[in-house]
């Protein structure tokens, strides 16, 4: 089967560092990502993971470790308006399977 | 067009009445998936195309869902005898050679 698990919430504060992290199960992979969801808005693309390890992007970094399965995001710096959830998904057989998300509130 | 484009952007449906989404992917976006996402979760896979041809509708809920994109453009999920665990936002994506989805803004139907 396949199956995405990631915390349902989360709060920190501003100007702190945040990690969200994610486990998966899939028969077939070929990435992870992570998206950016705020309410009421369409996902954004934040980052794609292929190879295990650590990429970064800004404030925003992405860790893949594909022999287990886990994935983190994380969140430097923290401002009021990446209060937002957080999607992890998986990539497989050219479609993207999401998680849940993670509801990250940001406190000043 | 710029992004990809969604309409209606809300739609009320009475229980059992017939409804039309449409999506409008970004022009020479190859590919096009639809999602259905309740409130608080995350975007369930509905179906996918590749141009014209559907590859995918194993996440279709019932035979009450049907997608089309005849000319491999333009795509639309017809959802028939609407029923009220149909309401979600439901969400078009296309992608072309660049990684990742780019997101509708998607359209929110409520079923009463």
């Known amino acids: 089967g396949q199956n995405i698990d990631q915390p349902t919430e989360m709060t920190a504060t501003e100007g702190a560092i945040v990690q969200i992290n994610c486990t998966y199960q899939?028969?077939?992979?070929?990435?992870l990502f992570w998206y950016q969801q705020h309410a009421g808005e369409a996902p954004t693309f934040l980052s794609y993971n292929v190879l295990d390890g650590l990429e970064e992007k800004g404030r925003f970094s992405s860790f893949l470790s594909r022999s287990k399965g886990y994935s983190y995001l994380l969140l430097k710096e923290l401002q009021m308006k990446d209060s937002a959830s957080y999607l992890c998904?998986?990539?497989?057989?050219?479609?993207?399977?999401f998680g849940k998300g993670t509801r990250l509130h940001i406190l000043p | 067009g710029a992004g990809v484009s969604q309409s209606p952007r809300y739609k009320v449906a009475k229980r059992g009445q017939d409804v039309a989404l449409r999506c409008d992917p970004i022009s020479g976006h190859v590919s096009l998936f639809w999602y259905q996402q309740a409130l608080g979760q995350g975007p369930e896979f509905l179906t996918y195309?590749?141009?014209?041809?559907?590859?995918?509708k194993s996440g279709l809920p019932s035979d009450r869902f049907f997608a089309e994109r005849p000319e491999g453009s333009v795509s639309t999920l017809k959802i028939q005898r609407t029923q009220q665990e149909d309401s979600a936002v439901y969400l078009c994506?296309?992608?072309?050679?660049?990684?990742?989805?780019?997101f509708g803004s998607g359209t929110r139907l409520t079923v009463v």
């Open positions: 998904a998986f990539h497989r057989d050219d479609k993207i399977i």
């Open positions: 899939t028969s077939g992979f070929n990435g």
């Open positions: 994506a296309s992608s072309g050679e660049e990684v990742g989805y780019t």
């Open positions: 195309f590749q141009n014209e041809a559907q590859l995918d």
